[in-house]
Nanobody
């Protein structure tokens, strides 16, 4: 089972930027789809963005135009560039391996993103 480790979170003011990373214990070039999720306190985990092996991306409406998902197959790393951050982006962010829209990998510890006003 591939292990996923998220990093890059922190405290940032509204309007600021962060780049999250997700390193994997195995190669990702053949993984069909990977994704970023987030879970705010007291809320359900929600899908933020996905990327296919061919580089096709998809975003939740709430982050479209502000977040960019990408991956570096050589480094076995998935990224989430987050710009124009809003207070409502505050959450723990997780990466996953997907089967379609279903996460099939074990959840890592996540990385906390806190956006202050």
């Amino acid at each position: 089972q591939v292990q996923l480790v998220e990093s890059g979170g922190g405290l940032v003011q509204a309007g600021g930027s962060l780049r999250l990373s997700c390193t994997t214990s195995g190669g990702i070039s053949r993984i069909n789809t990977m994704a970023w999720y987030r879970q705010a306190a007291g809320k359900q985990r929600e899908l933020v963005a996905t990327i296919t092996s061919g580089g096709r991306t998809n975003y939740a409406d709430s982050v479209k135009g502000r977040f960019t998902i990408s991956k570096d197959n050589a480094k076995n790393t998935l990224y989430l560039q987050m710009n124009s951050l809003k207070v409502e982006d505050t959450a723990v962010y997780y990466c996953s391996i997907q089967s379609g829209y279903i996460p099939v990998s074990d959840w890592g510890q996540g990385t906390q993103v806190t956006v202050s006003s």
